[in-house]
C-alpha cells in the first residue's frame, strides 16, 4: 500500500548521528548508505549542537552521490518572545535528594531523575547535563545550510555559539542570531522541530497566541519563507493533536512544513543501543532512565512511503523536503585558503622566499656545499612549488625560528627529517643526505594528503609557542584540531556494562581482561576464559539471551562510535581566511583554548594543512640543564657541535647504563643495548626503531640481534638489497628502505614507491595485495632480473614488515636526542638530573630511580632545605663528591675525557631538591616562600618562617615531614607540635614540645620522603633492610651483573611492572635495589600465584633461578613476598610467608 | 463508569487496510468500530519486552482503549470507557 507514495520525493532533513555523541547510533556513512537502500531523495545530517560528523558525511554522500546538506540542532538560551509563564524554558528543578517520594495506591513511585546541573540558562562553564533529559533544555532550533556559503555561515553561527559557552553546551541567543543573520541573510533554513521547538512547547501548552508569535519572531530572522515548521511521526500518545495545531500554525502563518521521522539510528534493530547511550550519558543503567529515555518506539531512518502510509496528509510536507534537497550542493574544499597569510616582501612570491632562505641555511648547515646539494635541493623546491606548499613551509620555519629567539628549544620530528630544505630551514636537525634519507616520504606529488611536519618544543613552553601563533595570526584565523575519543573494547564494556546494570566490579574485571582494542570482539576473548565462558552463558533472561550476551552485543554494536571530543595533543590549523568559517571550533575543557569541531582526518579532507606543535619533556629537561651549567660554570656547551664519534658516549649506550636517557632507558632498551653495542650514529637510529612493539610483534627483532652480536652471518633476500639493507645488516628496519627496494629493484619512481610504501602499511584486500604483488614482481624482473619466486618471497617480507615500520627520518632525530641527552648525563650529570626533575612527569623511570641512579655515578642529592632549596630543583656547589658503585657496568668518563668535553667543574656541583616537589605546596608557594627568603634572609626558625610567610598549617606540616625544616636543629615530631601552635587561627607562643614524644624513626622519615616528595635522596629504601638481608644471603642487584646462572634471591623496590601483549602473558618487573636495577621475568604460569605479592607491596623479596644471555641478567621469579617493617629486625627471619 | 482489564482481555479483531481495525467482537458482540487516536510503545526489551501499538476506538455507544501486541501479534482490550 506505500506504492502509491513512491513518487513523492522525500528527503530526510533532521537525521542524527553518532557525532551527537551518545544520543544517536549511526555513523554518518551508515546513515547514508541506508538513505540510498531506501531510495531517499536527499539526507541532511544534523546533529546536536555539532558538526563533527559533517566532512565524513559529505564525503560518504558524494560518493553514493546522494544530495546531501548539513544542519545544527541548537539548544536556544533564551526564548523568541516573552516567556513569562515559564512554557518554554523549564524552571529549575529542587536539587536532588529533596524531592518526595509520593505514595499511590499503596505503591511507592519511583522519583524522577533528578537534574544535576546548575541553575537554567546561566552561561557557566562546566554545565553538568548528567540526568536532564531533553525537554528539560532549552528549545531546539534546527539551522540548515544548503550550499557552501550556507555552511560558512552554519559554521560561523555554531562557532559564535560555541565560544559564548562552556565546551560541549552551545547554547543559541536569538539576539546572535539575529546579528547573524543580519550577516549572514539568506544563508540558512530554519525548522522549528516539531517536538523541542518554542512553537511546540507552546502549543502543547495552550499558548496558541505565543506560538504564533515566535514564528512571527523567527520568520522575521530568517526572512520569511526560509522558516518551516515540522512534521515528525513519533508515534507517542497525544502527538496526534500536537500535530494538527502545528499545521494549522502552519497554515494561519502562511509557512511550509516539512515532514521528517528525526531518525537517532540507521536501522530499527539500534534501538536497544540507542538505550544504551542514553544510559551512558545520564550515567544511569536503563532500567532507572525513567522519563530520560527517548520514548518514540520507532527512531531510526524511514522512507518516504513508509512515513506516508501512517500520514497520507503530509505529501506536500515531504515533496518539500526533495525540493529544499533538490538544491544541495556543498562541497567542502578550502585548499585555496589553507595557509595563514605569510608576510612576504613586496613583488616576492612565496617560492622565491622559500628559495632565498634555503640558500640563507647551505653556509651553515653544508659550508662545503657540493653538486649533489645543489641537485637535492632544486629537485624539492621544485616539488613544492608544484604542490604550492611553499608558504607552508615558510610558516614552519617562522615559528621555529621565533621559538628560538625566545630561548624554547625546538626541532622538527617525522618524515619532515627527509627533506633537504626542512633542514636548511632549520625546521629539523636531521641531515637528510647524511643519513640518506629519501625526500618523497615526506612529499610527493601522488599524495592525496599533505605532509606533515611535526615540531617538537619544550614541554613547559609549548603554549608560549602556541600562543605566540595565535596572536601573529589574530583567535579567528587559528584553532587546535580535535581528536574523538572512540568506542574500544575496555571503555566499551565498562560503559555498557553501566548502562545494563551489570555488577561494576566484574565488569572492571572482564574489561581487565581484554587487550585486543577492538570492541566487537569483547565476547571472543572473554569466551576463551573458562570463568566467564560460564558466566556469558548464565542468567538467561525471557528474551533467550542471557545478560552478560546483550552486554557482548553491545559492545560490538558500540565499536568505534564517537564517545565525545578531545584535544589533539598539538595540532594546529591557521589560514587566510577566518576559520571559524571553514571549520566550526568550541572551547577546549579549561576554557582557554579554540578547538576545532573536526579531527585531523576531516582537516585532511577538506585539504587544510595541519601542523603538529608538541611538547617533548626531554626538549625541557636539556634546556634546563644547559641553562645551569651555563649559570654555574660559565659556558654552555653547544650540543648542535657535539662530534658523533665521543668514545664515553658509546661506552655508556653499549654497557646499557642509559637510566634518564631519552629513547634507550626502557627496560627491553637496556636489556638489548648490550648485545647490540651502539658504536656508531647508524647503530642508534636502529636501535631508536626496532625496539618497539611493531618489530618484536613482526620478529624483526631478534634477527637483528643475532647479527649485531655475531651470532648469525648477514644475508640478503637478494644480492640487489645488499646496497638498501646493509645499514640494519639485511633486515628490513626503515620505511625508507621499502621505498628504496621499490625503486631501486622494483622500478617505481619515487613517488609511487611511496604510495607502494602506504598501500603495503594499510589494510588491504586480498585483491588489492594482488595487484600490488604483480606490480612488484613484474617490477622486479624487469628492474633486477630477479627471478620470479626470489621477488614473491621479497614482497611476501616487505609486506610482513610494511604494518610497524618507522620512518628512518624519525628515529635519526630522536636518536640525536639521545645521543647528547647521554653525553649531558656523562659529562654534567648533577645538572642532567636537575633537569629531568624539573621536566617531570617524562620518561620511564620515577624521580626517586632517577635520583639514585645519579647517586651510584657520585652524585650528591641533597634533600628539601628551607634555607637552601631553590622554589625548583637546582645544582649547587657540592661539599664533597659522593662514592661511585661498584657496579662495572657504570660508565664513569676519563680525566682526559673529560678535559676534552670542558666538563672538569662539573664534579664539583650537587643537586639540590626543590621545594616545589613537597606534595601540596606547588611552584607558586615555593617561589613565594624563596622570594621572602631572598628579601629578609634566612629563616630562623618554625615561628619565623610561619610569621614571614603565612604558610597555613597543612602546608608547614608537610614541610617539616618532607624534612625541610631539620635546618632549624629540632626533631620533626617537636616541630609537628609546635606548628599545630603557630599554625592556630589565634597566634600562640610556640612552646616546648613534651620530652616523652617519639621520634620520627628512618623508616617514618623515609615513608614521609617518598609520600611527600617522591624520593628520599640520602637512602634507597633497600639499605634499611640490608643487614638482615644479607644475613639471609640475599644478594645485591648489582652482584648478579657477575654471578653465574642459577638460584638466587634479590630485594628490592617495584619500579615497573610490564605485561606486554607480545609477551603471551609473561610479565617484567623492574625492580631497584640500592646497588642498581634489575630485570624480573614472572612466567605467565605462575603469575596467578604471584601476582597477590607484586599487587600488594612496593618492597618485595624475590627469589629464583638467574638467567643469563651474554651480560644481561634476568631474575626469573619462582617466589615473591612484600618486605615488611618487622623485617629490618635485626634478627628478623626473612621469609616467604 | 470504566473497567480496566487485568489482565488484558483477548479480542478478535477484524483488519481493515493497513491493519487498522474495522470491528471488534466485544463481550460477543461484534461492531464496527473508529480510531480516535493511535500510538506505540516499545518498553522494557531489557528484562520482558513490550512493543504495543495502542488504540482508542469507538462503537455504539462506547469508548475502549485495545492494544495490538506486537510481539504475539494478538490483540487485547485494556480499558473500556461506557
Known sequence: ?1137 | MTRVMRPATALRVHEGAAGIPESIELFGVVSNVQVVERWRISERWWPQPIDREYLRVTGPGWLALIFHDLLSGGWFLERIYD
Open chain 1, 1 to 1137: 500500500m506505500t506504492d502509491r507514495f513512491t513518487d513523492v520525493p522525500f528527503a530526510e532533513l533532521h537525521a542524527k548521528s553518532a557525532f551527537s555523541f551518545l544520543r544517536a547510533t549511526a555513523t554518518p556513512e551508515a546513515l547514508v548508505a541506508r538513505a540510498v537502500e531506501l531510495g531517499l531523495h536527499g539526507l541532511a545530517l544534523v546533529d546536536e549542537g555539532s558538526l563533527s560528523g559533517a566532512v565524513r558525511f559529505i564525503r560518504a554522500a558524494q560518493a553514493a552521490q546522494l544530495p546531501a546538506l548539513l544542519g545544527v540542532e541548537f539548544e536556544m538560551a533564551d526564548p523568541a518572545v516573552p516567556d513569562i509563564d515559564g512554557i518554554v524554558l523549564p524552571l529549575p528543578r529542587s536539587r536532588a535528594g529533596d524531592s518526595e517520594v509520593a505514595v499511590l495506591d499503596g505503591v511507592a513511585q519511583q522519583p524522577l531523575p533528578q537534574r544535576q546541573r546548575r541553575p537554567l540558562n546561566e552561561l557557566v562553564p562546566h554545565a553538568d547535563r548528567r540526568g536532564v533529559a531533553d525537554a528539560e533544555l532549552g528549545p531546539r532550533l534546527v539551522a540548515l545550510a544548503t550550499d557552501e556559503r550556507g555552511y560558512r555561515s552554519l559554521a560561523r553561527l555554531l562557532s559564535r555559539s560555541n565560544l559564548e559557552a562552556s565546551k560541549g553546551v552551545t547554547r543559541l541567543r536569538h539576539a546572535l542570531l539575529d546579528d547573524h543573520l543580519r550577516e549572514y541573510p539568506s544563508s540558512l533554513i530554519l525548522i522549528a522541530p516539531f517536538d523541542e521547538s518554542e512553537i511546540a512547547r507552546r502549543l502543547a501548552a495552550g499558548d496558541r497566541a505565543g506560538a504564533r508569535a515566535a514564528v512571527e519572531r523567527l520568520a522575521a530572522l530568517a526572512l520569511r519563507g526560509s522558516l518551516h515548521l515540522e512534521l515528525v511521526d513519533r508515534q507517542l500518545r497525544g502527538d496526534a493533536w500536537l500535530l494538527d495545531e502545528v499545521a494549522a500554525l502552519a497554515a494561519r502563518c502562511s509557512l511550509p512544513l516539512i515532514a521528517s521521522a528525526a531518525p537517532r539510528s540507521a536501522l530499527p534493530s539500534e534501538r536497544e543501543l540507542l538505550d544504551a547511550l542514553t544510559g551512558i550519558r545520564h550515567g544511569l543503567p536503563i532500567h532507572r532512565l525513567g522519563p530520560l529515555r527517548f520514548p518514540q518506539a520507532e527512531t531510526h531512518l524511514r522512507s518516504g512511503p513508509e512515513l506516508l502510509a501512517a500520514h497520507p496528509a503530509w505529501s506536500s510536507a515531504a515533496a518539500q523536503t526533495g525540493l529544499i534537497a533538490a538544491g544541495a550542493d556543498i562541497h567542502l574544499d578550502f585548499a585555496r585558503v589553507r595557509f595563514a597569510g605569510i608576510d612576504l616582501p613586496s613583488g616576492v612570491s612565496a617560492d622565491q622566499e622559500l628559495a632565498r632562505q634555503v640558500q640563507a641555511g647551505v653556509p651553515r648547515r653544508y659550508p662545503e656545499g657540493g653538486a649533489e646539494l645543489e641537485r637535492r635541493i632544486a629537485g624539492e623546491l621544485a616539488a613544492i612549488e608544484r604542490t604550492g606548499l611553499a608558504e607552508f613551509f615558510l610558516l614552519c620555519a617562522e615559528i621555529v625560528r621565533d621559538a628560538h629567539a625566545d630561548g624554547i628549544a625546538a626541532q622538527g620530528r617525522g618524515s619532515a627529517g627527509d627533506s633537504v630544505i626542512a633542514y636548511l630551514l632549520g625546521i629539523t636537525r636531521v641531515d637528510p643526505i647524511r643519513h640518506n634519507l629519501i625526500f618523497e616520504r615526506f612529499l610527493n606529488e601522488g599524495r592525496e594528503s599533505y605532509p606533515d611536519v611535526d615540531v617538537d618544543f619544550a614541554s613547559d613552553r609549548r603554549d608560549e609557542v602556541i600562543d605566540a601563533v595565535l596572536q601573529r595570526f589574530g583567535p579567528r584565523h587559528v584553532a587546535l584540531v580535535c581528536t574523538f575519543i572512540t568506542y574500544r573494547s575496555r571503555s566499551a564494556a565498562r560503559d555498557v556494562g553501566l548502562a545494563l546494570g551489570l555488577p561494576e566490579a566484574l565488569v572492571d574485571e572482564g574489561a581487565r581482561k581484554l587487550e585486543a582494542h577492538d570492541s566487537s570482539v569483547v565476547g571472543a576473548q572473554l569466551a576463551a576464559d573458562p570463568r566467564w565462558g560460564a558466566l556469558l552463558r548464565s542468567n538467561i533472561s525471557a528474551s533467550g539471551e542471557t545478560l552478560w550476551e546483550r552486554w557482548v552485543r553491545l559492545c560490538d554494536e558500540i565499536d568505534g562510535l564517537p564517545r565525545h571530543r578531545s584535544m589533539h595533543p598539538g595540532g594546529i590549523v591557521a589560514t587566510a581566511e577566518p576559520l571559524d568559517e571553514l571549520a566550526p571550533v568550541e572551547r577546549s575543557s579549561d576554557g582557554t583554548r579554540a578547538v576545532l569541531q573536526f579531527d585531523k582526518h576531516d582537516i585532511e579532507a577538506l585539504k587544510l594543512v595541519k601542523l603538529d606543535l608538541l611538547g617533548l619533556g626531554i626538549l625541557t629537561a636539556i634546556t634546563d640543564a644547559l641553562d645551569l651549567i651555563a649559570r654555574d660554570v660559565g659556558a654552555r656547551p653547544d650540543l648542535d657541535a657535539l662530534p658523533e664519534e665521543i668514545a664515553e658516549v658509546w661506552r655508556a649506550v653499549g654497557a646499557a647504563d642509559t637510566i634518564g636517557v631519552f629513547q634507550i632507558e626502557s627496560r627491553a632498551q637496556q636489556q638489548s643495548l648490550p648485545r647490540t653495542k651502539p658504536v656508531k650514529m647508524d647503530d642508534l637510529v636502529a636501535q631508536v626503531a626496532i625496539i618497539r612493539p611493531g618489530p618484536i610483534q613482526g620478529n624483526a627483532v631478534h634477527p637483528y640481534l643475532r647479527r649485531r652480536a655475531g651470532l648469525e652471518s648477514v644475508t640478503y633476500p637478494h644480492q640487489s638489497l645488499a646496497p638498501i639493507l646493509d645499514e640494519t645488516l639485511g633486515v628490513i628496519l626503515y620505511q625508507e628502505q621499502v621505498m628504496r627496494i621499490a625503486i631501486e629493484v622494483a622500478g617505481f619512481t619515487p613517488g609511487a614507491s611511496d604510495v607502494f610504501r602506504r598501500a603495503m602499511g594499510s589494510a588491504r584486500s586480498e585483491r588489492e595485495m594482488e595487484l600490488l604483488r604483480t606490480r612488484f614482481v613484474d617490477g622486479a624482473i624487469s628492474t633486477v632480473g630477479m627471478r620470479a619466486a626470489d621477488a614473491t618471497e621479497l614482497f611476501e617480507r616487505v609486506a610482513a614488515f610494511a604494518s610497524f615500520g618507522f620512518a628512518k627520518s624519525h628515529a635519526a632525530a630522536f636518536a640525536r636526542t639521545a645521543f647528547e641527552s647521554v653525553w649531558l648525563r656523562l659529562h654534567y650529570p648533577a645538572h642532567y638530573l636537575a633537569g629531568l626533575i624539573r621536566a617531570q612527569p617524562m620518561g620511564f623511570y620515577p624521580v626517586e630511580a632517577l635520583i639514585h641512579d645519579a647517586r651510584r655515578h657520585g652524585v650528591t642529592v641533597q634533600p628539601v632545605c628551607i634555607n637552601r632549596s631553590a622554589a625548583r630543583t637546582s645544582t649547587e656547589p657540592a661539599q664533597a663528591r659522593g662514592a661511585i658503585s661498584s657496579d662495572p657496568f657504570i660508565v664513569i668518563p676519563t680525566t682526559a675525557e673529560r678535559a676534552a668535553a670542558g666538563s672538569e667543574h662539573a664534579l664539583s656541583y650537587a643537586v639540590r631538591l626543590g621545594l616545589n616537589l613537597v606534595r601540596g605546596v606547588g611552584t607558586r608557594t615555593a617561589e613565594r616562600i624563596v622570594a621572602e627568603r631572598t628579601r629578609g634572609g634566612d629563616f630562623r626558625s618554625l615561628d619565623d618562617l610561619a610569621r614571614r610567610t603565612q604558610l597555613p598549617l597543612s602546608a608547614l606540616e608537610r614541610l617539616i615531614r618532607a624534612g625541610a625544616l631539620d635546618t632549624f636543629g629540632a626533631e620533626r615530631r617537636a616541630l609537628l607540635w609546635q606548628a599545630a601552635e603557630v599554625g592556630a587561627e589565634i597566634a600562640l607562643p610556640p612552646s616546648t614540645a613534651p620530652a616523652h614524644l617519639t621520634p620520627v624513626d628512618r623508616l617514618e622519615a623515609l615513608i614521609d620522603a617518598h609520600g611527600l616528595v617522591g624520593a628520599d635522596p640520602t637512602m634507597q629504601p633497600i639499605e634499611l633492610w640490608r643487614d638482615a638481608l644479607t644475613r639471609t644471603g640475599t644478594a645485591t642487584v648489582a652482584s648478579l651483573r657477575q654471578r653465574a646462572a642459577g638460584p638466587a634471591r634479590i630485594a628490592g623496590l617495584l619500579l615497573s611492572r610490564q605485561q606486554p601483549p607480545t609477551a603471551h602473558g609473561t610479565v617484567f618487573l623492574a625492580l631497584e635495589d640500592e646497588t642498581g636495577i634489575a630485570n624480573v621475568t614472572i612466567r605467565a604460569r605462575d603469575w596467578p600465584r604471584l601476582r597477590g605479592a607484586v599487587r600488594s607491596a612496593s618492597l618485595l623479596l624475590v627469589e629464583g633461578e638467574l638467567q643469563r644471555t651474554g651480560e644481561v641478567a634476568n631474575l626469573v621469579a619462582t617466589r615473591i613476598a612484600p618486605l615488611t617493617r618487622a623485617d629490618i629486625k635485626r634478627y628478623a627471619r626473612i621469609s616467604f610467608r
